[in-house]
């Protein structure tokens, strides 16, 4: 299977400097990673996503890069506001051969404060 | 669009009693639906994959008979849990995907909050 780590777990900014979260992945055949939000009391929202083909994406304020060869990806959020609070996940890839789930990282606590 | 709808979102029952719990997408066809639960404050732990028309594989560790999940159509899925107790109280969420999950982006509802008294 796949195992992720997710650091950090809490991350504090103010509003308008950037946030910077790390994964690591272990299965090297990975070749998708998802990013998604998370707000209280709903269900995780897709932010952007990478596939192994590129090493970088990019969407307004929101990019992800991807070191195949590291096994990590990061999601970067630059000129945060105080609404991008909230739990962020990263998730890879791991296929059973009968259905390709994913992974999840443990969730980093993003508070963006004024 | 990828839109899913969880219904309902808030369940409170009493011990003993089934919960049905339904997932949809609502404009496009989703060919694998999962279905997650979630602890406060943690990770999403994945219960179930189910295929539309055929029978649903079950995590390690995760009642077959406790969690029944149907998955009738390409834009429906429902996740019953049969003789509900306490310890089911939890966050229930389903995604949706086109077809696969790992290589394809999976849509999630807003999750149903179940709590048994």
């Known amino acids: 299977g796949e195992n992720v780590e997710q650091h950090p777990s809490t991350l504090s900014v103010q509003e308008g400097d950037s946030a910077v979260i790390k994964c690591t992945y272990s299965?090297?055949?990975?070749?998708?990673f998802p990013w998604y939000k998370q707000e209280l009391g709903k269900g995780p929202q897709l932010i952007i996503d990478?596939?192994?083909?590129?090493g970088e994406k990019k969407d307004q304020r929101i990019a992800v890069t991807l070191n195949k060869t590291a096994k990590h990806f990061s999601l970067h959020i630059t000129e945060t506001q105080p609404e991008d609070s909230a739990v962020y996940f990263c998730a890879a890839p791991y296929d059973t051969g009968t259905a390709s789930k994913l992974t999840f990282g443990t969730g980093t606590r993003l508070q963006v404060t004024l | 669009g990828a839109v899913v709808s969880q219904h309902p979102s808030w369940v409170i029952c009493k011990s003993g009693t089934s919960v049905k719990i339904e997932c949809r997408s609502l404009?496009?066809?989703?060919?694998?639906m999962f279905w997650y639960r979630q602890f406060p404050k943690q990770s999403l732990m994945l219960m179930a994959t189910s295929n539309e028309g055929s029978k649903a594989t079950y995590e390690q560790g995760v009642e077959k008979d406790k969690f029944l999940i149907n998955h009738a159509s390409l834009t429906l899925s429902t996740l019953t849990v049969t003789s509900a107790h306490p310890e089911d109280s939890s966050f229930y969420i389903c995604?949706?995907?086109?077809?696969?999950?790992?290589?394809?982006?999976?849509?999630f509802g807003d999750g149903t909050r179940l709590s048994i008294l």
């Open positions: 995604s949706a995907s086109l077809r696969g999950g790992g290589n394809q982006p999976q849509h």
């Open positions: 404009d496009f066809q989703a060919t694998t």
């Open positions: 299965d090297s055949a990975s070749n998708y």
């Open positions: 990478i596939r192994s083909n590129v």
